[in-house]
């Protein structure tokens, strides 16, 4: 079965510090890959997707992340947080791309961002 | 535009009695997801379905069933609850089953 590491459980960060959150997944196949943020008491939103082409994707408020195929890594990164930035990041992987019994997500990682 | 409501917000519940969370999407898209989500473990699906009419089971559904009779409504329903089915709730939705999925805002059960 597939699964979806995150190298971090929580992460401090001062603000303007730059941020990359680590993803790994252990699937060979054709995946899509997501960035979903929750920010405390929310539901989850989605940051970015991979779907193909360019392996490196923008999504919303500044971030990105860039697929890595050998590496089977989706890690989301951002040049510089904000204190609003400070959520839950979870990476979510879906595999074969036909059934939604294969969207697995990632345990999660918590950002705190100091002002 | 509501997008995707839960019902209730919170509830706490006896060990033993039965409850049913509702979620309801006016996105009409095909596939919604139940998952739940505890500290430490990230979200674990529960049950899925890909369209109305259909159900299929996620990585935890013991203790969980489902219906999804038309394509807004899928209900989750613990016939009888037990303290470790405390939990947040969540519905999802997405277009098709390998698109990007919408959450619902939640529902926080307490079993005691």
């Known amino acids: 079965a597939q699964s979806v590491s995150q190298h971090n459980h929580h992460v401090i960060l001062s603000e303007a510090a730059s941020l990359e959150l680590g993803c790994n997944y252990s699937y060979g196949g054709t995946v899509n890959l997501f960035w979903y943020v929750q920010y405390p008491g929310q539901h989850l939103q989605l940051l970015l997707k991979?779907?193909?082409?360019?392996?490196l994707v923008k999504g919303i408020k500044g971030f990105e992340a860039e697929f890595i195929k050998s590496k089977f890594s989706f890690n989301l990164r951002k040049p510089s947080v904000q204190w609003s930035d400070t959520a839950e990041y979870f990476c979510a992987v879906n595999a074969n791309g036909n059934y939604g019994q294969n969207f697995v997500f990632g345990p999660g990682t918590r950002l705190s961002v100091l002002p | 535009i509501a997008g995707i409501t839960q019902a209730p917000t919170s509830q706490i519940l006896a060990a033993g009695r039965r409850m049913t969370l509702r979620c309801t999407q006016d996105m009409r898209h095909n596939a919604m997801y139940w998952y739940r989500q505890d500290l430490g473990l990230g979200l674990r699906l529960i049950h899925y379905s890909n369209t109305a009419g259909t159900t299929g089971k996620g990585e935890v559904p013991d203790g969980y069933s489902v219906s999804r009779a038309n394509t807004d409504d899928f209900p989750l329903t613990l016939a009888s609850a037990v303290p470790s089915q405390t939990s947040v709730y969540f519905c999802?939705?997405?277009?098709?089953?390998?698109?990007?999925?919408?959450f619902g805002p939640g529902t926080r059960l307490t079993v005691l």
């Open positions: 991979y779907f193909s082409g360019d392996p």
């Open positions: 999802a939705t997405s277009i098709r089953a390998h698109n990007e999925q919408f």
